[in-house]
């Protein structure tokens, strides 16, 4: 067997990443995500620029140690008519705690007459003087050529005397950027196969962004040109459009087109973890639809199509889902058959040959069409989706009663004059027989209903104090004529062991809808612990 092509990655989610208007990681935030991308086998990692900022100051003064990942320090060529080894910028790259240095130089001449006012001549030594100065100290050197693709458009000749110059220098890897991200993918196979006949392939590198959605195929048509090293971010995050997202090239250049990325099969298996990590420390909801990671990257949906997977999963799926650590999904929807709620109860653990009859199964599908109807929505809610195909089953005990709730909202000026909105909920239930009143406050007339019920049920089911309210998201559905208009709820409830599970409600009234998401979500808790009511 021949030996694999092995493709370098480096991620700049520390760095280019961070530069997302919404972002702003504190070290501790960056020490969490070197950890974890150094878990991933990463090539490389983006620290930061030392001297640029205090953050990243303080993160290059305590980098935590790595298993496999190499630490970059981001910094710029030395300042014109200076000397590379009095620059203080280029020293700080050099004596920080790494082995490897990335310094940024210009390779578009439209910026040298434009913005920088220097000569041909001295940047090509601000380049190659830089590269020998880091290399002389010992370091791995990387030159990552600023536009270089508009600079190669407008002029080729100077573009490549500035990549050549740090090669000369002895760079062991230039990096192609496009830093616009306005190429598209045949001109950028064009240039780089153009480039890998005076520099090449393995000490090239390509850095994109993704303004013309293209950043990832960008990247690919660069490494069929001969490009070695790749550049992006986790879950593509960066500037504007973001940069080339490395959790899709990932498993693209490894499973798809069977390079060594430098990461094992069983540490791909962390891709959707990886992805979701991100997400998790940005706050960020998640891309549900994201190639590879995305929790309906394999989800199907329709009668016909699911028993087709069912016989042959090649047939819908491009890759095994578990290669990434994503799962199969089947959605159960207006359009769906037997066949598919014959896959769903297959995956809650319930095997509808052995002990399901073949009427209980059409009068779930019925149940599930008619709810659907009603405004149900049970693709993402699969928590309530288990209860309600366990109910027909008659397995699903019955916790407690609802007797009534009342909740009341106040505005009022506090006593420093400011506006208050304060809710305040009743709740009468009925449990083990016994009646049980409950009252709480919240800042709304949900948060004070979740809290009321917690505490009327906490007596019986103390585990009910581990879960919390991680998402709430409200659709009013638009009536049809002669109907009044309905409103969705739907919530992500989390437990301490970091279980999440969506449960649904529908009804007129916010809520009403709201507490029958709230009833499920509790049901489903107490069943998964074992309780029996
Ligand atoms: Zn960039």
Redesign the pocket.
């Known amino acids: 067997m021949t030996k694999k092509t092995r493709i370098y990655l480096y991620d700049?989610t520390l760095r280019?990443g961070a530069q997302t208007s919404t972002v702003n990681f504190g070290v501790h935030d960056k020490k969490e995500i070197a950890m974890m991308l150094d878990k991933l086998e990463i090539d490389y990692i983006e620290a930061g620029w030392p001297g640029a900022n205090h953050t990243d100051d303080e993160f290059f003064a305590n980098l935590p140690s790595l298993k496999k990942s190499k630490f970059t320090a981001f910094g710029m060529t030395r300042r014109p008519s200076s000397s590379a080894s009095n620059d203080s910028g280029l020293n700080a790259l050099i004596n920080s705690d790494v082995k490897s240095v990335c310094i940024v130089g210009k390779t578009w001449d439209f910026h040298l007459k434009n913005a920088l006012n220097i000569s041909e001549e001295e940047n090509f030594a601000m380049i190659g003087e830089s590269i020998k100065q880091i290399v002389s100290k010992k370091k791995e050197a990387m030159f990552d050529a600023e536009h270089f693709f508009d600079g190669y458009k407008a002029n080729p000749n100077f573009a490549l005397k500035c990549i050549k110059a740090a090669y000369d220098a002895k760079a062991r890897w230039i990096v192609l950027?496009d830093?616009n991200g306005g190429t598209l993918p045949s001109e950028i196979f064009n240039i780089v196969s153009e480039i890998t006949k005076i520099i090449p392939g393995k000490n090239l590198g390509i850095?994109c962004?993704n303004d013309t959605g293209n950043a990832v195929a960008n990247s690919l048509a660069a490494v069929e040109a001969g490009a070695r090293q790749i550049q992006g971010t986790i879950n593509g995050l960066?500037e504007r459009c973001g940069?080339a997202n490395l959790v899709t090239l990932i498993p693209t250049l490894k499973i798809k087109l069977g390079y060594d990325v430098g990461i094992s099969d069983d540490n791909m298996k962390n891709l959707v973890k990886t992805s979701h990590f991100l997400d998790d420390l940005l706050n960020k909801e998640r891309d549900r639809f994201a190639p590879y990671v995305g929790e309906f990257a394999f989800a199907h949906k329709g009668g016909l199509h699911v028993s087709a997977m069912a016989k042959n999963t090649k047939s819908y799926e491009h890759i095994d889902p578990e290669l990434v650590g994503n799962t199969r999904k089947i959605m159960v929807s207006d359009q769906s058959g037997r066949s598919n709620i014959i896959a769903r109860l297959k995956e809650i653990g319930l095997d509808p040959e052995d002990h399901i009859k073949f009427s209980q199964i059409s009068d779930l599908v019925n149940q599930v069409k008619e709810l659907e109807a009603q405004g149900y929505a049970y693709d993402s809610a699969d928590a309530s989706f288990e209860i309600l195909a366990r109910k027909s089953l008659g397995v699903v005990p019955n916790y407690f009663d609802l007797i009534g709730f009342r909740v009341l909202d106040e505005r009022k000026f506090n006593a420093k004059g400011k506006v208050e909105v304060v809710a305040e909920a009743t709740i009468k239930i009925k449990v083990d027989g016994k009646t049980t009143l409950a009252v709480a406050e919240g800042n709304g007339p949900v948060n004070a209903l979740d809290k009321a019920l917690r505490k009327a049920l906490s007596k019986k089911y103390p585990v009910l104090k581990n879960i919390s309210l991680t998402d709430y998201k409200v659709r009013i559905l638009t009536p049809s004529a002669g109907t009044k208009a309905i409103t969705r709820v739907q919530i992500q409830s989390s437990d301490n062991k970091g279980h999440k599970w969506t449960t649904i409600g529908v009804s007129e009234n916010i809520v009403d809808a709201s507490y029958r998401a709230m009833h499920d979500s509790i049901t489903f808790k107490l069943m998964k612990e074992g309780f029996t009511g």
């Open positions: 700049s280019d950027c830093t850095h962004h960066g940069n």
